[in-house]
């Protein structure tokens, strides 16, 4: 999971990036990035490293980034990957002059690589598959020929991209005196949107992995890239459409709606607040099946995803609401922190709690999901020192069983907590009087509840950490081997 940003405006771009990253900094802390385009000089200017965006981009970057388009990147590693060197975006000079920002995973990174190599002739400086990527596009529109770029051109070109590369892409390409084009692959895993804002004198256009960084900024948003498709704006602000891929079929990340956007974000005209209202009726009529008499007196949720579910639960189980657990906001998402020990250390620097609003009380911790099962543990922990007489746990997420491939850093199965194991083996784990997952249909239809009036509901999720059913590329294991490795290698040199 990362955050892409690209805009086009009449004025210095620099600062509607900077800000946009700025609101979606909640989907990677580890690395930031932007480049620009200067049309006057025509030279490209970048900023990328590892860290928050507050701490690469400084002031004194920004007067550097000159020009009035570009894009913005911020990164949290997959697979174990913490390399600076693997910071977006990337740029290569041939053709045009073209930079990308990816947020995914491809699947087939490894053949793409060495026929990147081998047989297109390209070189390759990290391991990064967003690399490849770009590679594999400027590849393909060299093999165009146009000396002056068309739509048409430029859409045959992202068509080959397509029929090689397998897994999750949301990505943007800025094009070197042409615009920007975000594509996104055939089933529309990860998030994209854009939107325009028109003033008086000019237009502007943006691309973002959320919606509410065009609120934010005031860009009126125009829609989802759909799956499949490439959406190319030009720098006169002509807007270019076409499906390029083969059998496109909406197929968004569950995980998505579950802990990973914002709560205000809309992901393919489907709420992200009203999907997780919605989950916490259906996790609170389950608890009323299962444990008819509760004896629960208060419902806490772990800040700050679940709130929005737990809220509507209390209120279903009509038991009283609490915060808590007061969070640190300087201390970055525990789920997206590299390495097992900095989650663990971290848990009780970024959240305490109200000792009064457990003391003596059977407490009901409510949260958006259990991963590893390291946080749980230790709010539950805290819950019990506070002075809980019990603890109970909800997730408003089915058991997480199987790796993700698709960008989201859960990729060997046997770090995640239910794998092989039944709730109540995992709760004995996690230390919880009880625990209850929510149940993987409810959280289908908690989200097609959700969907704006006038449009489709979602006929499947891209799903595989709960159910093991990978959509896009053949993987088998082999695949999963490999992948296994690498990360283990990688968690080696990040501890050197």
């Known amino acids: 999971m990362c955050g892409i940003i690209g805009a086009i405006t009449t004025q210095y771009v620099n600062q509607d990036i900077y800000d946009g990253l700025t609101i979606i900094q909640h989907r990677g802390q580890d690395a930031a990035g932007m480049i620009t385009y200067d049309d006057t000089t025509r030279h490209v200017h970048i900023r990328k ?17 000159t020009g009035k388009m570009g894009l913005g990147h911020v990164r949290y590693p997959t697979a174990g990957t913490f390399s600076s060197a693997e910071s977006q975006p990337f740029y290569v000079n041939s053709p045009y002059g073209l930079s990308l920002v990816h947020n995914g995973n491809l699947v087939n990174t490894e053949s793409l690589a060495h026929d990147l190599m081998k047989t297109d002739l390209r070189h390759l400086n990290t391991y990064s598959d967003s690399e490849v990527l770009l590679n594999i596009f400027a590849h393909k529109l060299a093999q165009v020929g146009e000396e002056q770029l068309t739509p048409t051109a430029l859409f045959k070109a992202v068509k080959k991209v397509y029929e090689r590369v397998q897994g999750a892409y949301s990505a943007l390409v800025m094009i070197n005196g042409y615009g ?42 125009l829609g989802d890239v759909k799956p499949g498709e490439a959406v190319y704006i030009d720098l006169e602000g002509r807007v270019h459409r076409q499906i390029c891929a083969h059998q496109a079929q909406l197929s968004p990340c569950i995980f998505e709606f ?30 009323l099946r299962t444990h008819p008499n509760h004896p629960i007196d208060v419902v806490i949720p ?159 999720f891209e799903d595989s950490i709960f159910t093991g059913n990978y959509m896009a590329g053949t993987l088998d294991s082999a695949y999963f081997r490999q992948l296994k490795t690498r990360r283990g290698e990688a968690a080696k040199t990040s501890q050197v």
């Open 302 to 460: 772990i800040p700050d995803t679940s709130r929005t579910c737990a809220l509507p639960l209390a209120q279903r189980l009509d038991v009283n609401y609490s915060e808590g657990f007061v969070k640190n906001r300087y201390i970055g998402r525990t789920f997206i922190m590299p390495g097992q020990a900095i989650r663990r250390s971290s848990v009780r620097m970024k959240l305490n709690a109200i000792k009064d609003e457990f003391l003596n009380k059977n407490v009901l911790l409510v949260d958006d999901s259990i991963v590893r099962g390291t946080t749980s543990k230790e709010i539950i922990q805290m819950a019990r020192d506070a002075g809980a007489k019990q603890v109970f746990f909800a997730s408003s997420a089915p058991e997480v069983r199987f790796p993700n491939v698709y960008g989201i850093d859960m990729p060997v199965a046997e770090e995640l907590i239910a794998h092989n194991k039944t709730a109540d083996e995992v709760a004995a784990i996690i230390g919880a009087d009880w625990l209850i997952y929510q149940d993987l249909p409810d959280v289908y239809a908690a989200i097609n509840e959700a969907v704006k009036p006038g449009y489709e509901k979602i006929q499947r």
């Open 49 to 65: 490293s590892n860290g928050l965006l507050r701490d690469v981009i400084r002031e004194s970057h920004m007067l550097r980034l």
């Open 258 to 287: 579950i802990y990973l956007a914002r709560p205000d974000s809309v992901i393919d005209h489907i709420s992200v607040y009203r999907s997780r209202l919605n989950m916490g009726i259906r996790l609170a009529n389950k608890i």
């Open 180 to 221: 920007i084009v975000g594509f996104r692959d055939a089933f529309g895993i990860r998030p994209l949107v854009y939107g325009k804002r028109r003033t008086e004198q000019s237009t502007d256009y943006m691309f973002s992995s959320e919606t509410i960084a065009l609120d934010a900024l005031r860009f009126e948003p």
